[in-house]
């Protein structure tokens, strides 16, 4: 197992996107299945002690996912996730904007562009988050974006984690 998982952070003002990457030690069809099933999404999809909860999730080109991260003390904060563009197990892209829990999106948002490679057992996530605004970027980061998706991947890394033992030990 590997202990130096990378994790990069980059912010490019001009071109009013964050870029992230991060290691998982999973295969790539599990790191994929966690990104695109509602079931597993909502193990990790929150920074801890948030929780998400999807209310409908249709992935494919034109579906959408519909969830609140919830609070400890129940506040939700709903988003609307937009599929553009899939080509399974390598890339997806999508639409990401806060909405109202009637599903009205909030604009602007942002869009999302996430590719999946596997190298030696080492599956690396490459996030490019695009805002139209660069106010809506600033806003984004002073919410303590970078902070909750680095808690959030850690989330996810210890639930891969638990599910390689799992598929191990079924395996035996």
């Given at each position: 197992?590997?202990?130096?998982?990378?994790?990069?952070?980059?912010?490019?003002?001009?071109?009013?996107?964050a870029v992230l990457?991060?290691?998982?030690?999973?295969?790539?069809?599990?790191?994929?299945?966690?990104?695109?099933?509602?079931?597993?999404?909502?193990?990790?999809?929150?920074?801890?002690?948030?929780?998400?909860?999807?209310?409908?999730?249709?992935?494919?080109?034109?579906?959408?996912?519909?969830?609140?991260?919830?609070?400890?003390?129940?506040?939700?904060?709903?988003?609307?996730?937009?599929?553009?563009?899939?080509?399974?197990?390598?890339?997806?892209?999508?639409?990401?904007?806060?909405?109202?829990?009637?599903?009205?999106?909030?604009?602007?948002?942002?869009?999302?562009?996430?590719?999946?490679?596997?190298?030696?057992?080492?599956?690396?996530?490459?996030?490019s988050i695009y805002?139209?605004?660069?106010?809506?970027?600033?806003?984004?980061?002073?919410?303590?974006?970078?902070?909750?998706?680095?808690?959030?991947?850690?989330?996810?890394?210890?639930?891969?984690?638990?599910?390689?033992?799992?598929?191990?030990?079924?395996?035996?």
């Open positions: 197992m590997k202990k130096d998982l990378q994790f990069n952070f980059n912010l490019n003002k001009e071109t009013k996107t990457e991060r290691e998982f030690d999973a295969d790539l069809s599990l790191v994929w299945d966690a990104y695109t099933k509602q079931e597993i999404l909502d193990q990790w999809w929150a920074p801890k002690p948030f929780e998400s909860k999807t209310k409908h999730m249709n992935f494919e080109v034109g579906g959408r996912r519909f969830y609140a991260m919830v609070s400890p003390e129940g506040a939700e904060r709903w988003s609307l996730q937009q599929y553009t563009s899939i080509t399974p197990k390598t890339n997806f892209k999508m639409l990401n904007a806060f909405a109202d829990k009637d599903e009205q999106p909030e604009l602007p948002g942002s869009e999302w562009d996430l590719s999946f490679n596997e190298q030696d057992g080492i599956t690396t996530v490459r996030i805002n139209e605004s660069l106010t809506r970027m600033e806003k984004m980061i002073e919410m303590g974006f970078k902070e909750g998706i680095a808690i959030t991947l850690k989330n996810l890394e210890e639930l891969l984690s638990n599910m390689s033992q799992h598929k191990q030990e079924a395996a035996h």
